[in-house]
């Protein structure tokens, strides 16, 4: 480990236990389809029969927010605030903060981009103060912010003052035909079974959607 990161709870190589406190969804596509409906009416044998479109619409969103949380995955960009305590940070020091969630580059394109990196300050009541983009970096080897030097006035009486709002783009997985199988098996069992109670026992689809997907759930250590 560098000499110059500091030791503790937010030290630079340790990514167990994780050093945010809290994370948030700020937005979030609900709007743009990812599964064409086509292929959702091929899938449910619905030709020539558009009178649950609107229906389906709402179902293929579903399906897609619940494949992203599966994965851990955007599908479209999806933007996080995670928040951080003032506890055994060096100030003065360069500090690691780790991310919750991370997406794959693409095309030229960063799949993870910093928006902003910020901290309440001690003033009475707190001003939050937004770091210049010079006094970070992404380290993309392990989905951290690495701040080149804490200030020396981030509030010790908050909980959690320092602020890192980022977001995940576009991972090219959502484009994989496993991954839209799998989909599409997950929007069909929502569309054949519209309440969470069944007669008799449930029983695990043989090869299913967690079969499909699991190859491609993320393993950190």
């Not at 003065?92 to 997406?103: H, K, Y």
């Not at 392990?142 to 200030?151: E, M, R, T």
């Not at 783009?169 to 929502?190: E, F, G, R, S």
């Amino acid at each position: 480990m560098s000499s110059n990161i500091a030791i503790g709870m937010y030290s630079g190589t340790p990514r167990n236990p994780w050093s945010y406190q809290k994370v948030e969804q700020v937005s979030r596509d609900i709007l743009t389809s990812w599964l064409t409906l086509d292929e959702i009416t091929n899938q449910l044998n619905l030709f020539h029969d558009e009178s649950q479109d609107s229906y389906l619409v709402g179902l293929e969103l579903a399906t897609r927010m619940a494949i992203e949380d599966y994965l851990g995955m955007s599908i479209f960009p999806i933007q996080y605030k995670a928040y951080y305590g003032a506890v055994n940070q060096a100030m003065g020091m360069q500090t690691a903060l780790d991310l919750p969630e991370v997406s794959q580059d693409f095309r030229n394109t960063a799949g993870t981009v910093i928006n902003s990196v910020g901290y309440w300050n001690n003033d009475q009541p707190p001003i939050f103060v937004k770091l210049a983009s010079t006094e970070y970096f992404y380290d993309p080897t392990g989905n951290k912010v690495i701040v080149n030097a804490l200030p020396n006035n981030i509030n010790t009486v908050m909980t959690n003052p320092l602020v890192v709002v980022y977001t995940t783009n576009a991972n090219p997985l959502a484009q994989y035909p496993v991954i839209k199988q799998a989909a599409l098996l997950l929007l069909t069992h929502l569309y054949n079974n519209r309440s969470n109670t069944v007669a008799g026992g449930l029983q695990e689809i043989p090869f299913g959607v967690a079969q499909l997907l699991r190859s491609y759930k993320p393993l950190v250590m």
